[in-house]
């Protein structure tokens, strides 16, 4: 358009077209923007209500682990020790190595049960097990 004329009805009408496009695509776009910052809220909602349950989670753990009585440090660092004593402490009797061996989940093998026994005999050295006779053993109170 030169300067001194008057735009054409047509090519007011090709901008407001062109307007109308971009102002379509502008409003889906900020309507996606909007559905993903409601997305985003959520998640983050979700995330927020997540750490507070880890924070609850880890003081009720540590109140517990408080009155836990502390794993001898003497024992051997083996996953079976802490287990034999947890098997133990809620045993109303003596245990064979049999029984505790059963408790582990282990399979009912002779090695399994020999290897069981050998584990229990240094508890038994350590004073932390007592022999309630011959093969039994009972948590020392």
């Known amino acids: 358009m030169r300067p001194g004329t008057a735009p054409s009805a047509r090519s007011v009408d090709s901008l407001l077209d062109a307007l109308g496009l971009q102002e379509k695509a502008t409003r889906a776009l900020a309507g996606d923007l909007r559905t993903q910052t409601e997305e985003l809220q959520a998640r983050l909602r979700e995330a927020e209500t997540h750490l507070e349950h880890l924070a609850i989670t880890r003081k009720t753990v540590?109140?517990?682990?408080?009155?836990?009585?502390?794993?001898?440090?003497?024992?051997?660092?083996?996953?079976?020790?802490?287990?034999?004593?947890?098997?133990?402490?809620?045993?109303?009797?003596?245990?064979?190595?049999?029984?505790?061996?059963?408790?582990?989940?282990?399979?009912?093998?002779?090695k399994n049960i020999e290897g069981t026994r050998a584990k229990l005999r240094r508890p038994v050295k350590l004073d932390i097990l007592a022999e309630a006779g011959t093969g039994s053993l009972t948590r020392r109170q």
């Open 62 to 110: 540590t109140a517990l682990a408080d009155r836990l009585p502390a794993a001898p440090s003497h024992l051997p660092e083996h996953p079976d020790y802490p287990r034999i004593l947890a098997v133990l402490n809620e045993a109303t009797g003596p245990l064979r190595a049999r029984d505790v061996c059963e408790a582990l989940d282990h399979e009912l093998l002779p």
